[in-house]
């Protein structure tokens, strides 16, 4: 098979980028730190619309409904901003939870008889 200029010009490109990024991964490193340091709200911006299609505003109108709380142990987050919680399924957004909330729904995949299990246990064992 012949190569196009097209494409021979593109493999010459990413042969050209790869030996680049090999020979600079400390410069790159440190600039992508750089950026990532200057861009955070950008950065979490971009985050949610992609992740959970919700922006910024819709965030903020979500946190300040719950009044910036846990919308399940109720606890404000001391270490950093509430998790969007969702439904894996659906993708639908749900509420904001803390990491140990958000956390514990992920671990027992959302299955709602599992969590009355160990509410049962802990009943019966404290």
Partial sequence: MVKTKQEKK???KNKW??????KNKEIIREKKKTYRDKNKE???????????????????????KQGGVCAICRTKSKVKALSVDHN????????????????????????KSILLKCIKYLEDNI
């Fill in 17 to 22: 980028n790869k030996t680049y990024r090999n």
């Fill in 88 to 111: 894996h399924k659906t993708g639908e957004v749900r509420k904001l939870l803390c990491n140990k909330c958000n956390f514990v729904i992920g671990l027992v995949n959302e299955d």
């Fill in 10 to 12: 593109r493999e010459y």
């Fill in 42 to 64: 950008v950065i979490k911006e971009h985050y949610l619309k992609i992740m959970y299609g919700v922006t910024k505003e819709e965030y903020n109108k979500m946190y300040k």
